[in-house]
């Protein structure tokens, strides 16, 4: 009986500890499949990149509290500010390659001020399909970014550097994305950086968070949305693959609940009009 009872004993436990570790494998998925891919305590999974190459600088540039990121939180206010000068510019980047996806993410603007702001302000962004992990990157940039001066929103542009290629329409005065089904017409020059959708659905310097949301299905096409809205979409992209990258660059900013959902298959852009 006492061989039984502990038999069983030992049978119960296993089961309960293996409970226990599902359900701590379950915390990490969410909202349908989304997977935490920063844990909020610590860099697995990443590497981080300063133009400079200052591995120790990188740690204060990207401060981990309070289970965000929080870009110069360490630095001094106005570093570098209007002086040519930039080595803080960065990306902390994810080591594995993604392709089929949705990215979500949320920021908000700090105080602080560095670098070049004077030209680009309130500027930073997340690179995605980066084929290289230089500063700056071969990638489709997401762009976040305010221009205070203008109160002009322009996160949810896209930025295509040199080595990149993707096809976008707009509207006929070739300012603004407009999505071919409503009339949008081809590129007609190859521009590097494509004005999103113009709206008011943001967040700037009120202390308030903004959701973004990348929608890529490899050489397909991407989405980029904020606060629910299509801003701006790109078509037969290359490359179709790769790491992702979130910046420093002209200005104090915050990112939290970085997650992604894998699809092994192309999904239809229609679905996520909606």
């Not at 590097?192 to 929608?215: P, R, Y």
């Not at 979409?233 to 959902?261: C, H, L, W």
Request: with cysteine; aromatic share 14%.
């Amino acid at each position: 009986m006492k061989l039984r009872s502990a038999l069983l004993f030992s049978l119960i436990t296993s089961f309960l500890l293996s409970c226990g570790s599902l359900s701590k494998e379950n915390k990490k998925a969410s909202n349908d499949g989304f997977v935490k891919i920063f844990n909020g305590e610590n860099w697995d999974g990443w590497h981080l990149k300063l133009r400079n190459g200052d591995e120790e600088m990188a740690k204060e540039v990207y401060a981990i509290e309070d289970g965000l990121v929080h870009v110069f939180k360490d630095m001094p206010d106005s570093l570098n500010l209007a002086t040519g000068e930039n080595g803080t510019h960065g990306l902390f980047y994810t080591n594995k390659k993604y392709s089929k996806y949705i990215l979500k993410f949320e920021y908000k603007w700090g105080k602080k001020i560095t670098n070049n702001f004077d030209k680009w302000q309130y500027d930073a962004g997340v690179y995605y399909h980066v084929i290289d992990d230089k500063v700056w990157p071969t990638g489709i940039e997401y762009q976040i970014h305010y221009n205070h001066i203008k109160n002009e929103n322009h996160t949810g542009d896209l930025i295509r550097p040199g080595g990149t290629d993707y096809q976008w329409y707009s509207t006929k005065d070739g300012k603004t994305f407009l999505h071919p089904k409503d009339g949008g017409i081809p590129e007609k020059k190859r521009d590097w950086w494509h004005v999103g959708k113009s709206t008011t659905n943001f967040n700037a310097l009120n202390d308030k968070w903004n959701v973004c949301e990348v929608i890529v299905m490899g050489g397909e096409y991407a989405i980029h949305k904020l606060n629910g809205d299509i801003v701006n979409m790109a078509f037969d992209i290359t490359p179709s693959e790769g790491i992702i990258g979130f910046q420093s660059e002209t200005a104090e900013v915050y990112y939290r609940n970085i997650e992604i959902k894998e699809f092994d298959k192309i999904i239809p852009a229609e679905e996520f009009m909606n």
